[in-house]
């Protein structure tokens, strides 16, 4: 009995090793990391005078994002650097970056962290301002081009009071991302003039986005663009999750022109215009997946790239994506343009929000900062380019620079078709409108992001849902300290100016 | 009892005559584990005591201030914060009376099989050792409106009337999503529980209900039963204390959206001081919840004592 009971333990053992082997060397699965991309020598880089075999630990979020510190690794152990990666979940960056430097742990050289946060972590002198080791000699090795930064990048999210502290390494931006082959089917485009009178197009204006999606929003056994559909099929989808739904509410709501703030803090979350930006976001819903309201990041890409939906607002990353065959359904088919506008006075205007972003600093108290530094420099600048043209990381471009080499992105059928996703681009970053990113951005978004998702979730109607942001978000600046709240805010609308973001 | 009384006079007497046996082997070989527990637990609960009457933003950089009892006044009225813990109290109460029940069921037809029962409840208990993060993580797929295979399931039995429900985003329904997470992950726990219940009955007990001419019925709720109250009691209190902190399914599966009908107050807490740093709110309101959980466990106890003395049953 006991010599079975073993016999069937072994055998169970060894079916259980095949098992584990068979999926382990299955096709597609590798045990090795990824390959770099190729190096493509844009810019024009040297190495630092040898450091003395110094260890940087870098933190950021988990994932592909920090695959740039794999792909040069070799650079950085030829200037004596050992880089050390700290992988934190995308949602735990924050709050394990400030944990740390509350705690004055220093346990990290080279922060990654979402420029938002900007505000929290210069103003409370957690990071280490840049402008002197950027302006250091020979300019090969040390100067990261600042020049070539796209400007909302440069003057919104690297600098602080007038100082640079951290640098991008992640130019994120929505852009609209639609069906091209759907916008350019002839039977489509007679059946929209049939019905509204006009040219089938992307849409231009926020009206436009509900009109073209309520004709594009189609059930199972009904046609689209000829073929007979096995699923229903939507017109739009939307990022209705918690977390960053409040963003393509701004979409809506900055074209306007209105801030989040006047000058004197007091909220213009809840004006006229703001409220029905809220209701068109309300409305889009109708022509959206009935699971809309979960959608985030992931959900939202899927719907467009396995041909679920007609056009989408997303990060730039997506069309990337789209281009890939090993994840797409709809290779070739992607069209990109203006995130849409609002008409005021015969002109429309655009805004596209800048949600996440990532950006790299000094830290305070790192004990290596000119290391330190080079090593975020070198992936912020030096070989910039190539982290952004890849598909191994989700990176997007942020210079100027990378916006004129569409040969690098070779993801894209050929030059052509990269060079259309570049120039959608280029329009898109243009109309680049920032996060909050005085310090308690982290309670203010939330707020809003609450009460936009409570007007989609019809817990609240829009008027009521912005004006409970309004007083929630009286409430937080008196918490934080009203006058130098203020204070900040009035140093953050310079930037704003700089950029003729507001008068 | 006696000894007792004299001893510890004397212990007392005998330190204060002479300090220096403190340092005596015995007593030094308790020290570490009386550091460690002051250490661990007396320490930061003083701390956290100490905070609740506190303002700390850490995102400004201002230092503590003493606020007397507004963290209190202020939890006490923010709706948000009572929202949180009525979802919780949903989840608790419906979740947790559904393990307890689904449990208590699975386990007595478990009990009823002879055979295959170890390997039965070995792969029933497969769900609990998933960590809550990936349950989540799985039961997002499960729920997926166009790819999940739950509205699959729908269609094709409902021959394609019932699809694309969205389980997750709609406002009536994502709660009861959540819970039936947990609900998944955690019945198995019962289950083992109650079956360990069942099986401490002595066979001479099921035996004399027999004879005594009891249906199989009666012998469950009049024998069984009662026999296993004090084990079911003490299961859901557990799972009753540990469905009170549900955040990892709540965070993978819908960031307490849409709106806030899926927010509990773990996952309000962990909002306040992990992504607002704002110390001496999340003290107050860790502070009230600790209050609601020692209350409801007295209640428990209380209950479980009294079972066990007769009176209940």
Known sequence: ?503 | MATKARRQPLVVEAVRKKPWRLLRPPVLMAFPAVAVLLGITIFPLLYVLRLTVVSWELTTGFPAQFVGLQNFVRALTDPRFWNAMKNTGTLVVAGVGLQAVLGTGLALELNRIRRSRTLLMSLLLIPTMIAPVIAGFQFRMIYHDQFGPLNYLFEVITGGRFRGYAWLASPPVALWAVMWTDVWQWTPFMAVLVLAGLQAIPSELLEAAEVDGATGSQTVWRVVLPILLPVITIGTLIRLMDTFKLFDIVYQLTGGGPGNVTETIAYYTYLQGFKFFSLGYTAAMAFLQLIVITIVAQRFLHYQERVRGGVAV
């Open chain 1, 1 to 503: 009995m006991k010599r079975r009971s073993r016999t069937y333990r072994v055998a169970l053992g060894v079916v259980a090793l095949g098992v584990a082997l068979a999926v382990i060397l299955a096709p597609g699965w590798s045990l090795a990391g990824p390959a770099a991309p190729k190096l493509l020598n844009a810019v024009k880089w040297d190495y630092p005078p040898k450091f003395n075999n110094v260890t940087v630990t870098v933190v950021g979020d988990a994932g592909h994002n920090l695959k740039p510190y794999e792909f040069w690794k070799d650079h950085f152990a030829k200037a004596g650097i050992t880089v050390k990666i700290v992988e934190i979940p995308f949602e735990g960056v924050y709050e394990k970056e400030k944990t740390e430097f509350v705690a004055g742990t220093g346990a990290f050289d080279v922060v990654t962290f979402y420029p938002a946060f900007i505000g929290d972590f210069a103003s409370n002198g957690y990071l280490e301002p840049l402008d002197t080791l950027m302006n250091k000699q020979p300019a090969s090795v040390w100067n990261p081009n600042q020049a070539d930064v796209l400007p909302p990048f440069r003057e919104l999210y690297n600098k602080w009071g007038g100082k640079t502290y951290a640098l991008t390494i992640d130019g994120d931006v929505l852009i609209m991302i639609y069906r091209k082959d759907l916008f350019e089917d002839a039977g489509e485009k007679a059946a929209f003039r049939a019905k509204y009178n006009k040219d089938l197009r992307p849409p231009e204006t926020w009206d436009d986005w509900l009109q073209v999606g309520a004709f594009f929003t189609r059930k199972k056994g009904q046609k689209l663009a000829g073929k007979v559909l096995e699923r229903d099929f939507y017109g739009s989808a939307e990022f209705a999750k918690r977390g960053f739904s409040f963003a393509w509410f701004v979409d809506r709501w900055a074209a306007t022109g209105e801030l989040y703030f006047d000058q004197n803090m007091v909220p213009r979350v809840n004006s006229p215009a703001a409220v029905n930006a809220l209701q068109n976001f309300v409305d889009s819903l109708k022509n959206a997946p009935p699971d809309v309201r979960g959608y985030g990041y992931d959900e939202l890409r899927d719907a467009l790239i396995k041909g679920n939906v007609a056009m989408v607002v997303q990060w730039t990353d997506v069309p990337k994506k789209g281009a890939d065959p090993s994840e797409s359904q709809v290779v070739g088919k992607l069209g990109v343009g203006r995130v849409p506008g609002l008409s005021i006075g015969g002109r429309v205007n655009h805004r596209a929000m800048m949600p996440v972003g990532r950006v790299v600093a000094v830290a305070a108290s790192s004990k290596n900062k000119d290391a330190a530094y080079w090593v975020a420099k070198h992936v912020a600048y030096d070989t910039s380019l190539e982290n952004v043209s890849t598909f191994l990381t989700g990176l997007d471009s942020y210079r100027a620079s990378h916006l004129a080499h569409p040969e690098a992105y070779t993801m894209f059928k050929n030059a052509a078709e990269a060079r259309v996703y570049l120039d959608g681009l280029k329009v898109a970053l243009a109309d680049g409108y920032p996060e909050i990113f005085i310090p308690g951005a982290a309670q203010y978004e939330d707020a809003l992001d609450l009460h936009v998702n409570k007007a989609l979730a019809g817990q609240e109607t829009p008027k009521q849902a912005l004006d409970a942001v309004a007083q929630e978000w009286n409430a937080i600046t008196q918490r934080l300290g009203q006058q130098k709240q203020v204070e900040l805010w009035r140093q953050a609308l310079k930037s704003y100016q700089a950029l003729g973001l507001v008068k």
